[in-house]
Nanobody, 125 residues
Framework: QARLEESGGGSVQTGGSLRLSCSASRVWYSMGWFRQSPGKAREGVATIDSSGRTEYADSVKGRFTISRDNAKNTLYLQMNSLKPEDSAMYYC??????????????????????WGQGTLVSVSS
């Protein structure tokens, strides 16, 4: 069974950094990070395909960097200059065929092949 496992969450102060990791049990074509905080809708954060092409939400451009190590089946999210509004549960997701353009769309995201259980990020002011 396809499995994704996130790690690296924690508590930091405003301006701090964290690196999230997502360990996968197999190779995926496209992978990405979503986040959700209490009372808010799920938000796409960043996505990457097997060739290394990326897309980012406007809210994280210039601060977050998504990358992947295909040899280790691992996805990363380097988060710098963190803000309190970045506080959320961060989820890793993956798919065998979905292109990164459109990866965050509601109907597409709900149909992705695999999701992790999430890792919590808390940024204090």
């Amino acid at each position: 069974q396809a499995r994704l496992e996130e790690s690296g969450g924690g508590s930091v102060q405003t301006g701090g950094s964290l690196r999230l990791s997502c360990s996968a049990s197999r190779v995926w074509y496209s992978m990405g990070w979503f986040r959700q905080s209490p009372g808010k809708a799920r938000e796409g954060v960043a996505t990457i395909d097997s060739s290394g092409r990326t897309e980012y939400a406007d809210s994280v451009k210039g601060r977050f960097t998504i990358s992947r190590d295909n040899a280790k089946n691992t996805l990363y999210l380097q988060m710098n200059s963190l803000k309190p509004e970045d506080s959320a549960m961060y989820y890793c997701a993956a798919d065998r065929t979905t292109e990164i353009h459109g990866f965050f769309e509601y109907g597409v995201a709900n149909a992705l092949d695999a999701w992790g259980q999430g890792t919590l990020v808390s940024v204090s002011s």
